[in-house]
């Protein structure tokens, strides 16, 4: 019996509990990456995207900076930015990015969760949250795959 219980193999862990939410959204018909995050007091947009696809920013009324867990190089935010971004086929809306981050395109913190009034279904790992009376949910998905040479790519890169 205990022979038996030694050549059992361990099945991997699958959970979702310590991953980043991350998953895709469109802006001005370009796919984009997010992050999700509800530790996170801002919306933030990547400083690449917003040059890529020439958004328009408008300095920040009170620029100010954003400190990590660790000590080291710290964020500052001077400008804002307003990014048309579509989520699926029903949900499209015009959220209000602080600018400068570069560990994906957009993150969705907080305020965008209130907005939408959006729930995260913690053992299921999705976030649920209704737009023009239809019930969406956003499932996480895996990073872009990283294009063969030769090969373009229909994420952008940063």
Not at 9 to 24: A, C, D, E
Not at 26 to 32: F, G, H, M, P, Q
Not at 43 to 68: C, F, Q
Not at 119 to 126: A, E, S
Request: with cysteine; proline share 8%.
């Amino acid at each position: 019996m205990i022979q038996r219980l030694l050549y059992n193999q361990k099945n991997p862990n699958t959970t979702q509990r310590h991953q980043i939410f991350y998953s895709r959204c469109s802006v001005k018909n370009k796919v984009c990456n997010i992050i999700i995050d509800k530790g996170s007091c801002e919306n933030i947009i990547s400083t690449a995207l917003v040059d890529y696809l020439k958004l328009e920013t408008e300095p920040h009324p009170h620029p100010y900076t954003i400190g990590w867990i660790k000590k080291g190089q710290c964020i500052k935010i001077t400008n804002l930015c307003q990014v048309p971004i579509s989520i699926g086929k029903f949900y499209q809306n015009l959220v209000t990015y602080n600018v400068d981050m570069d560990a994906c395109h957009i993150l969705l913190g907080r305020p965008w969760q209130q907005d939408v009034d959006a729930t995260h279904r913690g053992k299921r790992n999705i976030y649920m949250f209704t737009c023009k009376s239809k019930r969406i949910a956003m499932k996480p998905i895996p990073p872009p795959p990283t294009p063969t040479k030769g090969e373009k790519s229909k994420f952008i890169s940063i």
